[in-house]
């Protein structure tokens, strides 16, 4: 399928090109294009049909470790052992098998790989098929969908508000990115991959991030006639990284008492003490009461300490109001935070995980 550009977003991506070509004129020394090339190098070698027959874990973690979609991860070994423990090597492999060399569609292919998987997210699996089929695929990201909302290509391609997408939406922006590609050519900036697509948007949002209305600005005050909308999974996937980056044994969608199922659990042990449990619900829509009857049954669990409602601020200002009334010992382990606080909290995360990877504190002991 065939995407066709607006005359408004054809102007705007003219309007980066001259920035798009002072980057390029720097190939040879650019760190950035150095890294694509290396990492292009590293994963046609781990993850070539041969190679993946042969896979153990030391090649596996290599893969992981070396992924952008893991920087958060400070100790990228745990993050290694964390999906190998929950998935096994074999169902790990054979999904990478599948995703990359399958003979089904791509679209399939994907959506077969988010079933199989659990604990790599659209991040890491379009990186992982960007950097071994390059002509074909490309990486979607924060920074990618940042760039093509700069662009003007928000309401024409509604999945920009998601962190996860599936494998038609996949499909959607690959052709997008051909479509760019061709736009690019037409300014005579050939021979350009899908990769070297992602490299023009990373270029664009370099530039340009600050026009974007943030998670990283201090909010404006909200008001009931403009609640923050928000993505309810994307914000559950944001919960799961920060509670891991911060140490804790984190879980998205887990039954943590009879009757409760909960968006998100942080677990941590304290010496010989035991567990402390914290529980996070992320609240968009949906029944008030259903979600303080979720809650008050999450508290029949000994080992939770917080019961964290995630919401817009209009909406906790509605939720504080209903259990007002409710038992003292409810109310006390309640606590609330804003939506934009947490999509914050992970903006400033990515860029102190950036900021302390480059001292090189920790060397992963798969070599990447």
């Known amino acids: 399928m065939t995407t066709r550009l607006s005359p408004l977003q054809q102007e705007a991506i003219a309007r980066f090109v001259p920035v798009f070509r002072r980057y390029l004129d720097d190939?040879?020394?650019?760190?950035?294009?150095?890294?694509y090339r290396a990492r292009r190098e590293l994963y046609s070698g781990l993850l070539s049909l041969e190679a993946l027959r042969t896979m153990g874990e030391l090649e596996f973690g290599q893969?992981?470790?070396?992924?952008?979609?893991?920087?958060?991860?400070?100790?990228?070994?745990?993050l290694v052992e964390k999906l190998i423990r929950e998935n096994t090597l074999p169902?790990?492999?054979?999904?990478?098998?599948?995703?990359?060399?399958?003979?089904a569609a791509l679209p399939a292919r994907y959506d077969a790989f988010r079933r199989a998987v659990k604990g790599l997210g659209a991040a890491s699996i379009t990186?992982?098929?960007?950097?071994?089929?390059?002509?074909?695929?490309?990486?979607?990201?924060?920074?990618?969908?940042?760039?093509?909302?700069?662009?003007?290509?928000?309401?024409?391609?509604?999945?920009?508000?998601?962190a996860q997408i599936s494998g038609a939406e996949y499909s959607a922006f690959n052709d997008l990115l051909a479509a760019l590609q061709a736009e690019l050519a037409a300014h005579r900036i050939e021979e350009l991959d899908y990769l070297g697509v992602n490299y023009f948007l990373f270029a664009v949002w370099e530039t340009a991030r600050e026009r974007l209305t943030p998670p990283e600005a201090p909010p404006a005050p909200p008001t009931e006639d403009a609640a923050p909308d928000f993505d309810h999974d994307e914000v559950v996937e944001h919960l799961v990284n920060i509670g891991q980056w911060l140490g804790f044994s984190a879980e998205k969608e887990k039954t943590i008492a009879r009757g409760s199922r909960v968006d998100v659990v942080w677990q941590t042990r304290i010496g010989n003490l035991g567990v402390i449990t914290y529980v996070f619900e992320v609240q968009r829509r949906g029944s008030v009461d259903s979600l303080i009857l979720n809650l008050q049954r999450a508290q029949n669990n000994p080992t939770v300490q917080r019961l964290i409602i995630v919401a817009a601020?209009?909406?906790i200002d509605h939720i504080r109001g209903e259990i007002a009334s409710l038992p003292e010992s409810f109310r006390r382990a309640v606590r609330f935070m804003d939506v934009r606080q947490a999509l914050r909290a992970v903006v400033l995360i990515s860029e102190l995980s950036g900021i302390v990877g480059t001292l090189e504190l920790v060397q992963s002991e798969f070599g990447v």
Request: hydrophobic share 50%; aromatic share 10%; glycine share 6%.
């Open 63 to 78: 893969v992981i470790s070396a992924l952008w979609s893991s920087r958060l991860w400070g100790n990228k070994g745990y």
């Open 27 to 35: 190939a040879e020394t650019d760190a950035n294009i150095l890294e």
């Open 127 to 162: 990186e992982i098929l960007a950097f071994v089929h390059p002509e074909q695929c490309g990486l979607w990201n924060d920074m990618a969908r940042a760039a093509l909302d700069l662009l003007g290509f928000r309401e024409a391609f509604p999945a920009l508000r998601k």
């Open 91 to 103: 169902v790990l492999i054979d999904a990478l098998r599948n995703v990359l060399w399958g003979k």
């Open 313 to 315: 601020a209009p909406n």
